[in-house]
Nanobody
Framework: QVRLVESGGGLVQAGGSLRLSCAAS????????MGWYRQAPGKQRELVAT???????NYVDSVKGRFAISRDNAKNTVYLQMNSLKPEDTGVYYC????????WGQGTQVTVSS
C-alpha cells in the first residue's frame, strides 16, 4: 500500500521557520520527481517546490529564497525547509509526485500568525 505521511507543521509567528517532512512507504521515490503542494484556505492546491531525482530544485516565485526542498533517498523522505514565513504561507502542505499523483496523504497544517 502506497502512503505519503507529512509532518512538521504547526503555528509559527511571521518570520519564523518550520521544517516539513514527507515519508513515503510502499514506493521507492529515489528516481521520482517529488513536489510539495500547498492548499490555502478557500484556494486550490498549488505546487510550490519540486526536486528531481538528480537533486535539481524549482520553486514558485512566492517562496523563492525562503523555502528549500531536499530529499534523503536512504530514508525515502522529502523535506521542505521554510524560513522567513509569512501569513500568506498559511495552508495545508502535502507532498506527492509531479505529473502523476499517488493517493494524497493527510497533509500537515502550517499556520503563520502576523
Amino acid at each position: 500500500q502506497v502512503r505519503l505521511v507529512e509532518s512538521g507543521g504547526g503555528l509559527v509567528q511571521a518570520g519564523g521557520s518550520l521544517r516539513l517532512s514527507c515519508a513515503a512507504s510502499g514506493i521507492i521515490i529515489r528516481l521520482k520527481t517529488m513536489g510539495w503542494y500547498r492548499q490555502a484556505p478557500g484556494k486550490q492546491r498549488e505546487l510550490v517546490a519540486t526536486i528531481t531525482s538528480g537533486g535539481s530544485t524549482n520553486y514558485v516565485d512566492s517562496v523563492k529564497g525562503r523555502f528549500a526542498i531536499s530529499r534523503d533517498n536512504a530514508k525515502n523522505t522529502v523535506y521542505l525547509q521554510m524560513n522567513s514565513l509569512k501569513p500568506e504561507d498559511t495552508g495545508v502542505y502535502y507532498c506527492n509526485l509531479v505529473g502523476f499523483f499517488l493517493p494524497w496523504g493527510q497533509g500537515t497544517q502550517v499556520t503563520v500568525s502576523s
